[in-house]
């Protein structure tokens, strides 16, 4: 489905596209579509990203903080003999 709107570009941006769009073989409106939908996407992908990375500084601490609880309990369990894993 599509939707007609209107828009404002300024000349150099349509000069561009119009440009990209010949060279792409495509109408400016399916090349502006075509942008418009990629940058979405990257907006998408970098808040995601961003979420993720933030996420992992939080995964990073409770995996350490794991790794020194079965090192505690390994360390209690074994005294002195070596855990084997």
């Known amino acids: 489905m599509t939707t ?5 570009f300024s000349d150099q941006t349509i000069t561009d596209a119009r440009h990209w769009a010949e060279r792409d073989g495509v109408s400016l409106s399916a090349w502006i579509d075509r942008a418009a939908q990629e940058r979405a996407l990257r907006e998408i ?4 990203a961003e979420a993720v ?3 992992k500084i939080d995964l990073d601490a409770a995996a350490l903080t794991d790794e020194e609880e079965i090192a505690l309990v390994n360390a209690e369990l074994y005294r002195g003999r070596r855990a084997s894993r």
């Open 4 to 8: 007609k709107v209107t828009l404002s």
């Open 45 to 48: 992908f970098t808040a995601h």
């Open 53 to 55: 990375r933030r996420a």
